[in-house]
């Protein structure tokens, strides 16, 4: 049996923060989704989502330095999922996204 962790997600980067690590650079940004769709009533609604991406320069990678915030971007990567204790000693989830890919998109692809 294959096991199979694998996320695609497309959307606008919101935050973003690059950093040197060793001799690669890695991008840590927010990606927003939306998501529409018809109510019971027939009204229209909208469901945002944001997500929070890392992305190591590599092969499949664009100049990470090229991604700012509004960026168009189509992200395949990994779901990482870990817990921590934040300051005031609650314990909390987070889900990452470890990006292999991306693609910037042009706004005529975004639409």
């Known amino acids: ?19 040197i690590v060793g001799d690669n650079m890695v991008a840590n940004f927010s990606l927003v989704t939306e998501y529409l769709y018809k109510t019971r009533d027939g009204g229209a609604a909208n469901e945002t989502t944001w997500h929070q991406v890392t992305a190591w320069e590599g092969r499949d990678m664009p100049d990470l330095s090229t991604i700012t915030r509004g960026t168009p971007v189509n992200v395949t990567g990994r779901l990482r999922t870990f817990k921590y204790t934040n300051a005031e000693g609650v314990e909390k989830q987070l889900h990452e996204v470890i990006a292999y890919k991306i693609r910037i998109l042009s706004e005529e692809e975004a639409a």
Request: aromatic share 0%; net charge positive.
């Open 1 to 19: 049996m294959e096991h199979i962790n694998r996320i695609e997600l497309q959307g606008r980067v919101g935050t973003i923060r690059t950093n």
